[in-house]
């Protein structure tokens, strides 16, 4: 029984004679590891809202609700970081692989849970003939960006990014293309220029 009680004293003595393992904070800035995974940022130009990071966020740090009756209708995407756990699957997960990252930030203790929340809003285009949605703007023109000439074989991937470029020859002829006359009142042919979801281009392609 003696010997390891004179074991730990020649360890505490080693202790006292010692460096400090740890770090003088709050008197002095607390410098993390370059890897350090700390709060998680949107970057608001990479972010597209696709929703992906919300949907493998495992604490509900992440959420999401699609407003149809704002204006114009939003998807929004609320963040708190007081009960995110800095997994990391938001970031791997994120389709453009720049939309959320996880930064160095973890002083973070705070007394007002809401001031942890943020909210980020992007804007939904609805199905023009139903009204549904059919996803936000942003992700519309990514994925025509991301299919190169293979868009053209979606007109509502056209019209969306046409829209966003603001190109009037294009504008001109989905506006010419809508006022074509009906062969019934339901289904038009101008509905193909049109941003239809998969449910109403399923019936206009089988219709006309
Ligand atoms: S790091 Fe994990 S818990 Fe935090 S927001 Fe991302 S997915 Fe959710
Ligand atoms: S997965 Fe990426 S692009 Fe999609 S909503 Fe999350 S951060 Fe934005």
């Known amino acids: 029984m003696r010997w390891p009680k004179l074991r730990e004293l020649k360890e505490a003595v ?8 740890t770090t003088r904070f709050p008197a002095k800035p607390c410098q993390v590891p370059p890897k350090y995974r700390g709060k998680p940022e949107f970057d608001e130009k990479e972010c597209i809202g696709c929703g992906a990071c919300v949907n493998v ?11 149809t009756n704002a204006n114009p209708p939003v998807r929004r995407i609320t963040q708190r970081h007081d009960c995110c756990i800095f997994c990391g699957n938001c970031q ?3 389709i453009t692989e720049k939309g959320i990252r996880l930064t160095n930030q973890w002083d973070l203790a705070t007394l007002d849970r809401e001031s942890t929340k943020q909210i980020h809003e992007h804007e939904l ?9 059919v996803g936000v703007k942003k992700h519309l023109v990514w994925i025509y960006e991301r299919l190169g000439p293979l868009a053209y ?3 509502s991937l056209v019209v969306a ?9 294009l504008e001109e002829l ?8 009906a062969k019934n009142a339901d289904i038009q042919p101008g509905d193909f220029m ?5 449910s109403c281009k399923y019936e206009l392609n089988i219709r006309l």
Request: charged residues 20%; positive net charge; contains cysteine.
């Open 125 to 133: 285009q609805l199905c023009e003939k139903c009204g549904a949605i």
């Open 14 to 21: 080693i202790a006292v004679f010692s460096p400090r393992f």
């Open 57 to 67: 966020c495992p604490t509900q740090s992440l959420m999401m609700i699609d407003d």
């Open 194 to 198: 049109k941003i239809l979801c998969p």
């Open 161 to 169: 990014k046409s829209a966003d470029l603001k190109h009037s020859g």
């Open 153 to 155: 074989t979606n007109p």
């Open 174 to 181: 989905s506006q010419q293309a809508k006022q074509t006359p």
């Open 92 to 94: 791997e997960n994120c």
